[in-house]
């Protein structure tokens, strides 16, 4: 998502469909909120220090913008609508 490789729709569409999971990745991030998801790769990346848990970047930006997921009404997606 970071490089514009695809989008949040499409991932997550690919991630259902083509490997059978009831929800996206994205989907399941605005579900649970960025901040608890991010927390929590922080947690993991402190205690093991392995680069590819590393927060990704575009979390980090989403979550200091107040995107916190469908609670808050916006996360990687607009939830005021819904």
């Given at each position: 998502?970071?490089?514009?490789?695809?989008?949040?729709?499409?991932?997550?569409?690919?991630?259902?469909?083509?490997?059978?999971?009831?929800?996206?990745?994205?989907?399941?991030?605005?579900?649970?909120g960025?901040?608890?998801?991010?927390?929590?790769?922080?947690?993991?990346?402190?205690?093991?220090?392995?680069?590819?848990?590393?927060?990704?970047?575009?979390?980090?930006?989403?979550?200091t913008?107040?995107?916190?997921?469908?609670?808050?009404?916006?996360?990687?997606?607009?939830?005021?609508?819904r």
């Amino acid at each position: 998502l970071e490089a514009n490789y695809s989008t949040v729709d499409d991932v997550d569409h690919a991630m259902k469909l083509g490997c059978g999971y009831p929800t996206g990745p994205f989907e399941l991030l605005d579900t649970v909120g960025l901040d608890v998801a991010l927390d929590t790769q922080r947690a993991l990346y402190r205690e093991l220090r392995e680069p590819g848990l590393a927060p990704a970047p575009l979390l980090e930006h989403l979550v200091t913008a107040g995107y916190l997921g469908r609670e808050s009404g916006r996360g990687f997606r607009d939830h005021t609508q819904r």
